[in-house]
């Protein structure tokens, strides 16, 4: 059995987080466990586990004073196993559809076979796709009284904020270099491994705030007696460098190097995020690294995009692939000719939809006032926006989103250009270029980038 699972969290106090320790013992002494938890934070802190040991709280046989499980009877044993069939984990990073949610919920009404309660443990809520997500609502604002949900997630801000207001919030944060070096002198002390300690704080850094991270280099070490780390930091700089010049075909000789020398893509977009956030915290004036070469708003695009890949690197059948994706869509047609100056020609409907596409990746609030517009005229680098109503007329204007727009404009067309926002009247069968063809917005489009 790996480390991982071997010294794996069985009862609360095993939990390494304090406050996590201490909001969870609150409400199990309270004798009032509530229906619905939503455990928030990074991964391989400890979210899974917890909602383990609930789940074997409120099935435990033979509970112990303190209200811990006691893991020796049948259904502590099970649960532990992970076969338990009223303990129910879903990964909704591939089960996110309304279907998989409406069998949750014929489902729940059904009495426990053998337990005294069903517990579902719906891992990364956030994939939930917003028809499942309203669907799983109902039932958490009306669950019968013989089920627990536990809802985990990397990123709570992409949930909807009815579900986090039916369920009891527990933050899970990162944990720090001394609390992962403690942790894993338990498990150096189990073992008997021999390390020294100035090892031992090295894994505590490379784990990343990650007490599974930090197990599993702890492994390797065992095995292996070093530690043979995947370094991805030393070629960085120099694959944002070809990002920088929208080499895409360099980035792509890049990544397929670093995958056939053994590295894994997972390391790779961690560490391409890590140092793009340092870039784009010191352009906003907060200690960071500059990245001379890219402005604030590529950084924003490049963390979006890449930011997206990472989440899919997980179900992906190459594993590459959405690394690679992401690297093609950011080099573009400027791949061809880098550069920050030198206007769009001969682009219409692309110009367009691009400059859709990364003002959504910026602020999908202003994308979403672009759909009631249109670009009526260019000239003199100074776009006339047509806005069919006053409202978003309005908000266009407003300095802060204005700032935005125009520097979306900006990279897209390689050059500084101020829009001015005119009222129009809107199409007559439609009010916003969608997914769908809408002639009418295409051909003044065409019209405008054309020349």
Request: charged share 30%; net charge positive.
């Given at each position: 059995m790996t480390?991982?699972?071997?010294?794996?969290?069985?009862?609360i106090?095993?939990?390494?987080?304090?406050?996590?320790r201490?909001s969870?013992?609150?409400?199990?002494k309270?004798?009032?466990?509530?229906?619905a938890?939503?455990?928030?934070?990074?991964?391989?802190?400890?979210?899974?586990?917890?909602?383990?040991?609930i789940?074997?709280?409120?099935?435990?046989?033979?509970?112990?004073?303190?209200?811990?499980?006691?893991?020796?009877?049948?259904?502590?044993?099970?649960?532990?196993?992970?076969?338990?069939?009223d303990?129910?984990?879903?990964?909704?990073a591939?089960?996110?559809?309304?279907?998989?949610?409406?069998?949750?919920?014929?489902?729940?009404?059904?009495?426990?076979?053998r337990?005294?309660?069903?517990?579902?443990?719906i891992?990364e809520a956030?994939m939930l796709t917003t028809?499942?997500?309203?669907?799983?609502?109902?039932?958490?604002?009306e669950?019968?009284?013989h089920?627990v949900?536990?809802?985990?997630?990397t990123?709570?801000?992409?949930?909807?904020?009815?579900?986090?207001?039916?369920t009891?919030?527990?933050?899970?944060?990162?944990?720090?270099?001394d609390e992962?070096?403690?942790?894993l002198?338990r498990?150096?002390?189990s073992e008997?491994?021999?390390?020294?300690?100035?090892?031992?704080v090295?894994?505590?850094?490379l784990?990343?705030?990650s007490f599974?991270?930090?197990?599993?280099?702890?492994?390797?070490f065992s095995?292996?007696?070093?530690?043979?780390?995947?370094?991805?930091?030393i070629n960085?700089?120099?694959?944002?460098s070809?990002?920088?010049?929208?080499?895409?075909?360099?980035?792509?000789?890049?990544?397929?190097?670093f995958?056939?020398?053994?590295?894994?893509?997972?390391?790779?977009?961690?560490s391409l995020?890590?140092?793009?956030?340092?870039?784009?915290?010191?352009k906003?004036g907060?200690?960071?690294?500059?990245?001379?070469?890219?402005?604030?708003?590529?950084?924003?695009?490049l963390?979006?995009?890449?930011?997206k890949?990472?989440?899919?690197?997980?179900?992906?059948?190459?594993?590459?692939?959405p690394?690679?994706l992401?690297?093609?869509?950011?080099?573009?047609?400027?791949?061809k000719?880098?550069?920050?100056v030198?206007?769009?020609?001969?682009?219409?409907?692309e110009t367009?939809?691009?400059?859709?596409?990364?003002?959504k990746?910026?602020n999908a609030?202003?994308?979403a006032?672009?759909?009631?517009?249109?670009?009526i005229?260019?000239?003199?680098n100074v776009?006339?926006?047509g806005?069919?109503?006053k409202?978003?007329?309005?908000?266009?204007?407003?300095?802060?989103i204005?700032k935005?727009?125009?520097d979306?404009?900006?990279?897209?067309l390689?050059?500084?250009?101020?829009?001015?926002c005119?009222?129009?009247?809107?199409?007559?069968?439609k009010?916003?270029?969608?997914?769908s063809?809408d002639?009418?917005?295409?051909?003044?489009a065409?019209e405008?980038?054309s020349?």
């Amino acid at each position: 059995m790996t480390f991982y699972l071997k010294y794996r969290p069985q009862k609360i106090s095993d939990l390494d987080l304090p406050e996590v320790r201490e909001s969870l013992s609150k409400i199990v002494k309270s004798g009032k466990i509530p229906h619905a938890f939503l455990f928030a934070g990074p991964k391989g802190i400890g979210k899974t586990s917890a909602a383990r040991i609930i789940a074997k709280i409120v099935n435990c046989e033979h509970p112990m004073n303190n209200g811990e499980p006691c893991n020796k009877c049948a259904q502590c044993r099970s649960i532990i196993k992970g076969n338990n069939l009223d303990v129910i984990e879903l990964d909704a990073a591939s089960h996110r559809g309304i279907d998989d949610i409406r069998m949750i919920r014929e489902a729940v009404n059904l009495a426990p076979s053998r337990a005294k309660k069903k517990v579902y443990i719906i891992d990364e809520a956030h994939m939930l796709t917003t028809e499942a997500s309203n669907a799983l609502l109902k039932t958490l604002e009306e669950p019968p009284d013989h089920c627990v949900f536990i809802l985990a997630t990397t990123n709570p801000e992409k949930l909807i904020g009815t579900i986090k207001s039916r369920t009891v919030n527990i933050y899970f944060r990162k944990a720090s270099d001394d609390e992962i070096t403690n942790s894993l002198k338990r498990v150096v002390k189990s073992e008997k491994i021999k390390i020294e300690k100035e090892q031992l704080v090295l894994i505590a850094k490379l784990a990343g705030g990650s007490f599974r991270d930090g197990v599993k280099l702890l492994e390797q070490f065992s095995v292996e007696g070093k530690l043979s780390v995947n370094n991805t930091d030393i070629n960085i700089d120099t694959f944002i460098s070809s990002l920088s010049a929208r080499n895409t075909q360099k980035c792509l000789e890049d990544i397929e190097k670093f995958i056939t020398k053994g590295g894994q893509v997972e390391d790779l977009t961690l560490s391409l995020l890590k140092r793009l956030r340092l870039g784009l915290l010191y352009k906003v004036g907060v200690e960071g690294q500059d990245i001379a070469s890219l402005s604030k708003l590529d950084l924003i695009v490049l963390i979006d995009l890449i930011s997206k890949a990472a989440m899919e690197i997980k179900n992906a059948v190459i594993e590459q692939l959405p690394l690679e994706l992401a690297v093609v869509e950011w080099g573009g047609d400027m791949a061809k000719n880098p550069g920050p100056v030198g206007k769009k020609v001969a682009m219409g409907e692309e110009t367009w939809k691009e400059i859709l596409n990364k003002t959504k990746a910026v602020n999908a609030s202003i994308e979403a006032l672009l759909r009631a517009a249109r670009p009526i005229g260019l000239d003199k680098n100074v776009l006339q926006l047509g806005v069919y109503y006053k409202f978003h007329k309005e908000r266009l204007e407003d300095g802060k989103i204005r700032k935005v727009f125009e520097d979306v404009v900006e990279m897209v067309l390689g050059t500084p250009t101020k829009v001015v926002c005119i009222l129009t009247d809107p199409p007559v069968q439609k009010v916003a270029l969608t997914e769908s063809v809408d002639t009418d917005i295409i051909k003044a489009a065409e019209e405008i980038f054309s020349n």
